[in-house]
């Protein structure tokens, strides 16, 4: 009794069969709403309801949020980095010219960023990345020559086109039934997919879209949306009963028609009302500011959905420069962030992972800067003793200057001076002052390295220059200016 109860509420009940093609797949779908659509509020005692497109392309709030992640994610780079046995990592790149076939890192690289047919890279990662948070999940095709072996390219199945997925009752998927655009029907097993979304929510194989979170809310912003809309195509300004005596159905009629032809409508607000009847006002009947804090608290609810800053959408309303500011940093590391991290671990586990190993790929997130030129400024300054000169030019798509011990080396961070330079053993010497002189009279003098040694001033040259400077600084020009 237990078992079929439990049945019927749409969850697998131990001993039950193997989900298969005439047994329902079990926890994933709820019997009580479709696959990937939000129930609304009724209307004139229909149902009504919307798929997670429609509400996407519908709800200007969600369509904000979801494009702030989807284009910023879109936009970054990928890079693939292997690690040697020392763990140093290198980049690999499958975007400059080999002499000879590449490697099967550098494939992959050339792989995930250049997507197959005329698909811009933007908007191959973009559709992906607005799959995953709309839909709950995305869908990668591998595209094998002659069926196994390394991929030759990848394609995005559009989650409509998947007919039917077939898992197990703890989430393990057996194989996915995609329709083509010729109508015929696939079969694609694990190893030929990339899975966003793959087990990673509470129960089941399958992801959750970040719509059914704020599921009430959508519906009661779409409600009370229609109301306005409704109530501003049947208004008639002014608003109120006109009372007619001894008219019949068809008089009635008529005057229904001219009063709303007349004086319906945002239009014709303001009208003069002229007739023979007598006319009864009455106030409006929605609070439109109740109305409009609804709306307000909708807002900021699929912002928190989406994990977005109400500012970043454009919710200005407790808005400051500084908050702002330091909002739009929160964004791109709590916002994008964890959005980056998901599609590089997917990355990692169902398609690098399985081809070659101590390689991993990374959202490069510091191309957020690349707008803000006085925040990169200050980046590169501090990390002088980390990148080169010719590693910031080729960051900043300059050519390299390449002059070796100088450009192609870090910089210590006091003295800027290059790091070779500054390790390089300084033996000391000691020569005699200028205009000889006794041992007293010696300047002892710290060579740094041989290649700069005449470029040093003996202290009393050093004492000849800082003379001759404040002599400068005093003289005047005549203007009376110093």
Not at 18 to 37: E, L, T
Not at 381 to 392: A, K, N, T
């Amino acid at each position: 009794m237990i078992a079929e109860v439990v049945r019927g509420l749409g969850f697998k009940a131990f001993g039950d069969p193997m989900p298969s093609p005439g047994v329902p797949r079990g926890m994933s779908y709820s019997p009580g709403v479709s696959p990937g659509r939000i129930r609304l509020v009724a209307s004139q005692g229909r149902a009504r309801e919307r798929t997670y497109r429609e509400v996407y392309g519908t709800n200007p709030f969600v369509f904000a949020a979801c494009n702030y992640v989807a284009r910023g994610i879109g936009r970054l780079p990928l890079h693939l980095i292997q690690l040697d046995a020392a763990g140093e990592k290198t980049r690999i790149r499958g975007d400059v010219p080999s002499p000879g076939p590449y490697s099967t890192a550098a494939s992959i690289d050339r792989l995930l960023n250049q997507p197959a047919g005329r698909i811009s890279r933007s908007a191959f990662w973009s559709s992906t990345v607005r799959s995953r948070m709309i839909l709950g999940n995305a869908l990668w095709e591998l595209k094998r020559p002659g069926g196994g072996g390394m991929p030759s390219s990848v394609v995005q199945v559009p989650m409509s086109a998947v007919e039917h997925i077939q898992e197990d009752s703890w989430g393990n998927i057996a194989y996915y039934r995609v329709r083509r655009p010729n109508n015929q029907i696939d079969t694609l097993f694990p190893d030929d997919v990339v899975h966003f979304g793959l087990a990673n929510e509470i129960e089941g194989g399958m992801g959750a879209s970040l719509l059914e979170s704020c599921s009430a809310t959508l519906a009661l912003h779409d409600a009370v949306l229609r109301h306005l809309l409704a109530y501003m195509e049947n208004s008639a300004t002014p608003s109120g009963s006109l009372y007619v005596e001894r008219a019949g159905k068809e008089r009635m009629k008529e005057i229904r028609e001219i009063v709303s032809e007349l004086y319906a409508s945002p239009e014709n607000a303001g009208r003069i009302l002229v007739t023979s009847g007598k006319w009864q006002p009455h106030s409006d009947s929605p609070d439109h500011a109740k109305l409009v804090e609804l709306i307000k608290e909708s807002r900021i609810e699929i912002a928190a959905a989406f994990q977005i800053p109400p500012p970043i959408l454009g919710l200005l309303e407790n808005a400051i420069r500084a908050n702002v500011k330091e909002l739009r940093e929160q964004f791109g590391r709590d916002g994008m962030g964890p959005w980056a991290a998901e599609m590089e671990d997917e990355i990692d586990a169902q398609v690098i992972r399985p081809l070659v190993p101590f390689v991993n790929c990374a959202f490069q997130m510091a191309e957020q800067l690349r707008p803000d030129i006085e925040a990169r400024a200050l980046v590169y300054q501090r990390l002088m003793h980390i990148y080169s000169i010719d590693e910031i030019r080729r960051m900043e798509d300059k050519e390299p200057l390449n002059i070796t011990g100088v450009t192609d080396v870090p910089w210590v961070a006091s003295g800027a001076m290059p790091l070779p330079l500054a390790a390089k053993p300084k033996p000391a010497t000691v020569r005699p002052a200028p205009g000889g002189g006794g041992p007293g009279d010696q300047a002892r003098i710290v060579d740094f390295a041989d290649d700069v040694e005449q470029a040093l001033l003996t202290l009393n040259q050093a004492a000849s220059v800082m003379t001759i400077a404040d002599n400068l600084a005093s003289a005047d020009n005549g203007n009376g200016h110093h």
